[in-house]
């Protein structure tokens, strides 16, 4: 029954990151610490390979539907990347496992949570819709920034946000994106967020391996959920409300930060 349940968890997570870019970090790093009982160090490293491969499966099927910016993805692993590298050094330097860290991760995993929560309810209730579609002629000005240095400089926050809390690449991510391409349409916006990820939480997530806070089997039975989930949450990205999922999102993401920053 807890086989099962595993994979029915990374079933659901897939199923929402698919949909929405979000979840991979921001709901199976919770799920698997609340109610698990998985340790947080383990958790997130565990999380990290399991968002990697999730998300490489969303983005080949987003790929094959050629809706993939692939020049925003480009410039924010130009930033995520070096800043996740340079993370796993200190996490090296100091250990994962150590109760400094343990706290950290915890720590500012809630924070994270709630920040992510707040930004997704403000987009859902408040922020401008975004097109869902756009002509060809548009998109290299949707796809261009105010200025290069900006997706550079948000991606290697998220580089360091993600490998020390596996959450940061598909909340926040969307939410940066929608701040830095407003004029790209949602379906490519969940793409984009999908595709660099896939770079960033295979790097960190290898990093956690070398550690020794990766958790295999876990691992294996929570991708045979997930693959098929966010396979069909990327078909479904057309034709689902956005405003319900992330308002229902931002609601279950205040619920695990709170819990998390209260530990």
Do not use: N
């Not at 020049?71 to 400094?100: D, N």
């Not at 379906?187 to 295979?202: E, K, Q």
């Not at 929570?222 to 693959?227: D, N, R």
Request: include cysteine; aromatic fraction near 8%.
């Amino acid at each position: 029954m807890v086989d099962l349940a595993y994979v029915f968890a990374g079933f659901f997570v897939g199923t929402i990151v698919g949909l929405t870019g979000v979840g991979g970090g921001s709901l199976m790093t919770p799920i698997l610490i609340f109610f698990f009982g998985v340790k947080p160090y383990m958790a997130v490293g565990t999380d990290l390979l399991f968002a990697a491969f999730t998300k490489l499966g969303g983005t080949v099927s987003f790929a094959r539907q050629r809706i993939v910016p692939w020049r925003v993805v480009g410039l924010l692993s130009a930033g995520s990347i070096p800043a996740c590298l340079v993370t796993l050094g200190f996490l090296h330097g100091v250990g994962p496992a150590s109760p400094e860290i343990q706290s950290l991760m915890t720590s500012t995993l809630g924070v994270a949570l709630l920040l992510t929560a707040a930004a997704m309810l403000y987009k859902a209730v408040r922020g401008k819709q975004v097109p869902r579609h756009l002509a060809a002629s548009d998109e290299a000005h949707a796809s261009t920034p105010r200025h290069w240095s900006l997706p550079v400089v948000f991606g290697a926050l998220i580089g360091t946000l993600v490998t020390l809390t596996s959450v940061g690449a598909g909340a926040i991510g969307v939410t940066v994106l929608l701040l830095l391409y407003p004029m790209l349409p949602l379906p490519r916006i969940v793409a984009a967020d999908i595709a660099y990820a896939v770079p960033l939480t295979l790097v960190a997530g290898l990093g956690h391996a070398s550690l020794g806070s990766v958790d295999w089997p876990l691992l294996a039975k929570l991708l045979a959920g997930s693959l098929p989930g966010i396979w069909l949450g990327s078909r479904l990205t057309h034709h689902t409300p956005d405003r319900v999922i992330r308002s229902l999102l931002s609601v279950l993401l205040a619920w695990a930060g709170t819990k998390l920053v209260l530990i």
